[in-house]
């Protein structure tokens, strides 16, 4: 819009410094670049203000070049004193943005003028803007960011007319906007329909939430209502997600009407999306008959989540069930813990233990998809260590029987318990005069399982499930139930490829039978390992809780056997072979297999042998070697000081001796000879096991080396030495099989 032959430009350049001419050039959005010099510029102006970029008012006339036009009459913007052409022109540059080098710049400055003059203009002019105004609303399409700053215009600058002019724009404006401008809190006017539209239409949650705080009280009651009832009868997922989606801001911005709200949505829902809306906590609706036959459908973070809050309802009275009552959560769907737990629970309530055998019938039966982690867990107290009893160094008690301990978390942890299963001992320790439990074969003083109470649910565990259901139990029972979870995870441990990651499947089985088989191997087509026969089984000694591993373990080398007569040999106890398992295995052969036993008959237990767990090989008892000892001994104190393999040496307490005995130009092989055959004759290496070691400490025993170098054994085929002289657990468990190894 242009009034005339006047005109609003920039400056893009005024004088020519290098002539010292003053002229140059003025930009305008349509025209192009007007040239003007001094002579066209209007009295009373300050050429020394005419810079680059400030915003000019000018009339034009064609130039005494050819094709051009030459700008006169020029003044600053501020100096302009028609309203109705700076406000014409104020409109004209919406539709100019970004023509401009600085279109801020123009647009600030003309308006600041418009204000200027605003205030003294009378009625008539003032209707003449009102009316160019109206016109330019009436034919802009209008985007967001344009009504917002036509709207804030109109309060500038016709403050008494705001309204009008903001109902005039809002006229124009399509839904998505006039939503827009009421999430703003522009619009005071809410249009529910097309609320409802964008929450149920995939929303954002900054969307939602502006929403419900956008609402007065009664709108969102009208916003609830008119949503579930548009939602209809929830009986699908994807509705089922648009109500949890709603219910979550519900939840939030209606704390006063949302059991109401709650309560009708659960009437509109389908018995197995009921059951979800209890499970996903936005509902308290609970009937176990009409829940539990869809149990079997959820998944099992929801299975279990189902058990626990069900046993929760009964921990705060407010239903009432028993063992029975819980069989019934069953199905093929459902998780092999949860289905054992329950088999637990009515198997304690019997006063018996739940079989490993039938475990792993229940693992089997449950196990459908190879890739599942086997695992028995969600209901059993983890083991945090093992609590030793400390004498208090702080009891300043003058009584001598009045010693106090505290209780400490040993620095190791037991090797096998992940939960905690240790057993309670009837008697007080009669060191410490506490009561203790037996874990893994040693005292521990507290207990890592407790009952939970009803805030703490999430962590029920299976004694706090007995505990209740009102279970009366054998505690003994129980006990021994977790050491079989125990061993049971353990040997679930060994039950994946490690090519694939797959669940092995027993060789000549067709489902998940994992009782009384040893044999198994991937099924997995893709996986490099498929149909490679791997053993698995526990280790044949009592007192030890080792997993038999083929592709950890080696076999034991019987003397004048066939190459695959040997046994495996356990990592942690060297058990292998034995006398009636191989006339047992013997009988197999002659009687079932119908053909000659080619192995040997009496078994490296029986023989007196202890094998070597990295070759196979017999290992030797050191006791032989303890003459050797103090030759040894004074060859190290007579070389100390010369020998460059003892880089250095002293004496501890009690004048015994210590040395850095370093590698230097020994091959690998050679140091941990030398380093084997030192342990084997009574000295401590506390590093030894640290093979990437090449500088080993050397201690002498505080006690010479006599019947207690009966606890080490060294193999001569591969260097390898087992020292059970700091290794109570280990020395017990390996003299509980091997007698006759540590009675010659």
Request: hydrophobic share 35%.
């Amino acid at each position: 819009m242009e009034l005339g032959n006047k005109h609003i430009g920039v400056i893009k350049w005024f004088h020519d410094q290098q002539r010292d001419a003053y002229y140059g050039f003025i930009q305008h959005s349509k025209l192009g670049d007007i040239y003007f010099n001094s002579r066209g510029i209007a009295v009373g102006q300050s050429m020394q203000k005419f810079i680059e970029n400030e915003v000019v008012v000018f009339e034009k006339k064609s130039s005494r070049m050819e094709n051009s036009l030459e700008a006169y009459n020029v003044k600053l913007v501020e100096n302009e004193e028609n309203i109705i052409f700076l406000f014409s022109e104020f409109l004209s540059l919406f539709a100019e943005k970004g023509i401009y080098s600085d279109y801020n710049l123009v647009q600030k400055r003309v308006f600041n003028s418009i204000q200027k003059l605003n205030i003294n203009i009378d009625e008539i002019i003032n209707s003449k803007l009102k009316r160019l105004f109206s016109d330019l609303i009436e034919n802009t399409s209008f985007t967001f960011d344009k009504a917002k700053t036509m709207i804030s215009l109109a309060k500038s600058l016709f403050p008494s007319d705001y309204l009008y002019f903001t109902t005039l724009i809002f006229s124009k404006l399509d839904r998505e906007l006039l939503f827009q401008f009421w999430l703003e809190g522009t619009n005071e006017y809410i249009d529910i329909e097309y609320a409802i539209f964008k929450i149920l239409n995939n929303p954002s949650e900054k969307t939602v939430a502006q929403i419900f705080k956008r609402c007065k009280e009664t709108e969102k009651n009208d916003l609830i209502l008119k949503t579930l009832s548009s939602l209809g009868y929830i009986n699908d997922l994807n509705k089922y997600k648009k109500i949890i989606f709603f219910l979550r801001y519900a939840k939030q911005y209606l704390i006063e009407n949302y059991e109401e709200i709650i309560a009708s949505t659960v009437k509109n829902c389908s018995s197995n999306y009921r059951l979800e809306l209890w499970l996903d906590l936005y509902s308290n609706y609970f009937n176990f008959d009409e829940f539990v036959v869809f149990v079997n459908d959820l998944n099992v973070e929801k299975q279990v989540k189902f058990f626990k809050r069900t046993i929760k309802l009964i921990h705060e009275g407010l239903i009432v069930l028993n063992a029975v009552d819980l069989v019934r959560i069953q199905g093929d769907n459902i998780d092999y813990s949860l289905s054992i737990v329950i088999q637990a629970i009515n198997d304690l309530a019997k006063a018996r233990v739940t079989e490993k055998k039938t475990i792993f019938e229940i693992i089997a039966k449950q196990v459908k998809n190879p890739n599942e982690l086997l695992q028995i867990k969600d209901f059993f107290d983890k083991c945090n260590g093992r609590y030793r009893a400390i004498v208090n160094q702080n009891d300043n008690s003058d009584n001598e029987d009045s010693t106090k301990f505290q209780l400490k978390l040993a620095d190791k942890k037991p090797r096998f318990a992940v939960i905690c299963d240790g057993r309670k001992v009837e008697q007080l320790c009669k060191k410490t005069g506490l009561e203790y439990w037996w874990c893994e074969n040693d005292k521990c003083y507290s207990l890592s399982r407790k009952l939970h109470n009803k805030e703490q649910w999430e962590q029920y565990s299976l004694w706090d499930c007995l505990y209740i259901l009102k279970i009366k139990f054998d505690e003994t029972h129980y006990e021994i139930l977790l050491n079989v979870i125990n061993k049971v995870n353990r040997f679930l441990e060994h039950l994946k490829c490690r090519g694939c990651n797959e669940i092995l499947r027993p060789i000549g089985k067709t489902l998940y039978s994992f009782w009384g088989v040893s044999d198994f191997c991937c099924t997995n087509d893709n996986c490099k390992a498929k149909e490679k026969s791997i053993y698995i089984s526990h280790c044949l000694n009592g007192k030890c809780n080792e997993i038999i591993d083929s592709r950890d373990n080696i076999k034991c080398n019987p003397e004048g056997g066939h190459p695959d007569c040997g046994w495996y040999v356990c990592n942690y106890c060297n058990a292998c072979c034995n006398s009636p398992q191989l006339q047992k295995r013997q009988w197999v052969y002659e009687n079932i297999l119908d053909r000659p036993y080619p192995c040997h008959l009496v078994g490296h237990k029986d023989l007196g042998q202890l094998c070597c767990n990295k070759c196979g090989e017999v290992m030797s008892n050191n006791n032989q070697l303890t003459n050797e000892f103090p030759k040894v001994l004074n060859w190290f104190i007579e070389n100390k000081d010369t020998n460059p393999y003892i880089l250095k040496s002293g004496q501890r307490e009690y004048g015994k001796w210590w040395f850095i005995f370093v590698k230097k130009k020994l091959s690998v092989d050679e140091y941990r000879k030398k380093i084997s055959k030192l342990i084997s004759i009574g000295f401590n290496i506390p590093n030894y096991q640290k093979e990437d070691n090449f500088s080993q400490l050397v201690v002498e025993p505080s006690i010479v080396p006599n019947i207690d170098s009966a606890k080490v054994f060294t193999c001569s085929n591969c260097n390898h030495v087992i020292d059970l002289r700091s290794n109570k657990d280990k020395y017990d468990t390996i003299y509980h099989i091997h007698k006759k190894v540590f009675a010659k």
